[in-house]
Nanobody
Framework: QVQLVESGGGLVQAGGSLRLSCATS????????MGWFRQAPGEEREFIGY????????NYRESVKGRFTTSRDNAKNTVYLQMNNLKPEDTAVYYC???????????????????WGQGTQVTVSS
């Protein structure tokens, strides 16, 4: 059983930065693609980005490209989401997730992911 724990959320002013971390335990970390999702109040959970198990492939939704970057440290079993130039519309609960079998566009889909963290709140004030 893989467990994921996010941290690093908080309150930040528009234009600021936050770095989220997602620490994992159980399983073989570098065999999982890791995804980031977020869910705003009253909205559906949406894909933000993902990184392959080796870290050589990433992909992001258009609205965060150039602002958000995901990376991973396989030695620490941790994946990160660096968020810069935050906007009020980025306010949401952010989740990390692990996928055993993720390729191409399937990595954008919630149903592709096998394990989920509990989420961390990010609030961006204007």
């Amino acid at each position: 059983q893989v467990q994921l724990v996010e941290s690093g959320g908080g309150l930040v002013q528009a234009g600021g930065s936050l770095r989220l971390s997602c620490a994992t335990s159980g399983g073989t970390f570098d065999s999982y693609a890791m995804g980031w999702f977020r869910q705003a109040p009253g909205e559906e959970r949406e894909f933000i980005g993902y990184i392959s198990g080796s870290g050589d492939r990433t992909n992001y939704r258009e609205s965060v490209k150039g602002r958000f970057t995901t990376s991973r440290d396989n030695a620490k079993n941790t994946v990160y989401l660096q968020m810069n130039n935050l906007k009020p519309e980025d306010t949401a609960v952010y989740y990390c997730a692990a996928s055993i079998d993720c390729s191409g566009y399937r990595c954008h889909l919630i149903k592709t992911y096998d394990y989920w963290g509990q989420g961390t709140q990010v609030t961006v004030s204007s």
